[in-house]
């Protein structure tokens, strides 16, 4: 459901953009189609795969917030 929230949200410096705080699922697919970097990796694939997932209530937002986390540092993306 797009309305899931994790339950520690994250904050994400992109470039050329203020930082994002991505409150769950549908905020972590907006970033990844969006604000992401070019260089887009297999944790990209999977995150925006997870993140679907939650939303349509096959994975939990928490396991989404997990793969969003790991695409980030994938992409060497600086976490708050």
Do not use: I, Q
């Amino acid at each position: 459901m797009a309305t899931d929230r994790w339950d520690s949200p994250v904050k994400v410096g992109f470039e050329d953009t203020d930082a994002r705080t991505v409150n769950g699922p549908f905020d972590a697919l907006k970033c990844l189609a969006d604000l992401w970097p070019a260089a887009r990796g297999l944790r990209y694939l999977k995150a925006r795969s997870t993140c679907r997932a939650a939303l349509d209530g096959r994975k939990t937002a928490e396991e989404a917030r997990m793969e969003f986390v790991a695409a980030a540092e994938e992409a060497k993306l600086k976490l708050h």
